[in-house]
């Protein structure tokens, strides 16, 4: 392969370096912290976590004064809606204060263009000194496995997109999917003569459960993409973008 093909690749690694690292900006400085919602009459608040499912759902003291039982679930899903709003926004106000379009619209403008030196791309440092030669073809078919293998797994976790959260006595329902709330069910029967104490402990643990679930399908999903050895084949491809020559051998 010529040099104009090396160089090439090396000016693709340092975008997405580049790309990276102002993903990675964006989301210290970008993450609202605390956003809440309150559903139109006030029974319940719902304040979100850094991964969008909510960090708590409160009912207010006077809840029955507000809202009927059979609505107290709706009022659940309306303070969420009223939550995530509120992210939006601060999340439009980041984007336009960080002025981060322009710097996306730069990125993308130097991609392609001439190095400014012939200087090697900073990688990250990982340590590369056992890593075994391999030829570049076998390393790109193990690469293309993984990938296939990714999209299997892929299609897998699609199976089960939500889960159901429930309280110890199955009075209250919450159905999430990773990173939202999408539904709350609450017993009519039982929420009707519940205070504000019991209604809240319920809550907490539906909400408990529904992330004890979805934290199990993460770990069985990071179990499977640990067995296709994916930071071996990194550090094989780093060590061959520290030494273009191997490509030409």
Known sequence: MDDE???GLQQFQQHALNLQSMMTDMQNRMVPQGAEGTDTQGAVTVRLAADGLPEFIRAASDWQRRQPPEA????????YGAAVSEQMTAW?????????????DQLDSQFGQPAASAAQPD????????VVSRPLDELAEDVLSAFDALERMDETASGPDEVNGTSAGRHVTLVVSKGALRSCEVDRQWVAGQSYIGLNQAFEEALGDAREKLSSIEAAAADG??????DSLVDEALAILRDPQRFID
Do not use: C, H, M, N
């Open 225 to 230: 993409l640990a067995g296709l050895q994916v």
């Open 72 to 79: 107290i679930g709706a009022a659940v899903s309306e303070a």
């Open 5 to 7: 093909f090396i160089r």
């Open 92 to 104: 439009g106000q980041a984007l336009e204060d960080g002025d981060w379009q322009s710097k996306a």
């Open 123 to 130: 990688i990250p440092e990982r340590d590369l000194r056992y």
